[in-house]
């Protein structure tokens, strides 16, 4: 199922299929009854799957972003009177749910950011077409993209690409970053994205196009970009503060779901689950991360990277069934 927007823009749900066959686990479409947590509704394309699938199921969904989050309204509008949405981080889900009175069944987090963010040069978070530097999930936030470039010493900027982005070349970066600033100040993603793949011997191609080896070979500036990106998003901050509040508020048997698309994200849902399991607080329902079939990456190549784990809470922590 696609997610079409009034100008076109789509956003495809990854690994659906799973995602509803590992939310339902053992109980039938009509048994799992109570509140799904959708703490990333982007568009709303797995919480409307989620909701058609499951009648007695009801959703609370949030986001950071209100542009994406008025798009998911107007699409989860069949469901309406099942459906609740908040504009909140999810280092806010704890104080959300609270208030909650009836059982979480369910936390479904699909990480990082929608193309419906990615593909509008106006949100700045684009290499391939010139934007503001902002790259800002939530517009509440202060700090963009433009200010950890023209502000950040040489150091943390290399810190940043290599640990967040895997940039190798991350030294000779940031390096070019500072002594560009000093003559003119970073407003715009093109002169960045030029600038990393000067910096990196690394002539642009257009995206894409396969490299001699049949791999498809990616931006010069990808892995900047993302780096940026979740410093500017507090990516890392944030999946901890909602796996927190998934193990506080999830009902005995209700299940969560992360799909990440990084590498290190992964691992922290990796060990965030197998630490709770040896304590006692989740069965593993996945012991090695859920991938896209063939198919799915062909159809959606975004799908390539992401990896969903699947953990249930038990039903009396810190002792097995
Ligand atoms: C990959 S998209 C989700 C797409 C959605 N599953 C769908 O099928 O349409 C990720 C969404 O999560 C939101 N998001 C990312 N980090 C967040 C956070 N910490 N708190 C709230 N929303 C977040 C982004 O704004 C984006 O809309």
Known sequence: MTDPTSDGHVHIPVLAQEVTRLLG?????DSLRGLLVDATLGAG?????????????????????????SIAR???????????????????????????DEPVVGV?????????????????????????????????????AASIVNQW???????????????????????????ARRRVPFKRTRALSELVAISLGRPLRPPGRPQGSGKVAIHPATRVFQALRRAVNEEAEELEAGLRAA??????????????FHSGEDGVVKRFLAGGAREGDWDLVTRRPVEAAPGEVR??????????????RLSQPGKRA
């Open 299 to 312: 159809a959606n190549p975004r799908s390539r990277s992401a990896k969903l784990r699947v953990g249930e």
């Open 247 to 260: 193990r506080e508020h999830l009902a005995p048997e209700g299940r969560l779901l992360a799909i990440s």
């Open 153 to 179: 010493d040489e150091g943390d900027l290399a810190d940043l690409f290599f640990h967040e982005g895997g940039e190798r070349g991350a030294r000779k970066v940031a390096r070019a970053i500072v002594d």
């Open 45 to 69: 394309g797995h919480s409307a799957l989620l909701l058609e699938r499951f009648p007695r199921l009801r959703l609370l969904g949030v986001d950071q972003d209100p542009e994406i989050l």
């Open 74 to 100: 107007e699409r989860l509008e069949p469901f309406q009177g099942r459906v609740r949405t908040e504009h909140a981080r999810m280092s806010e889900l704890d104080g959300l749910l609270a208030e909650v």
């Open 108 to 144: 479904l987090m699909d990480l990082g950011a929608s193309s419906l963010q990615l593909d509008r040069p106006e949100r700045g978070f684009s290499f391939s077409w010139d934007g503001p530097l902002d790259m800002r999930m939530d517009p509440r936030r202060e700090r963009d």
């Open 25 to 29: 686990g053992r109980r039938d479409h």
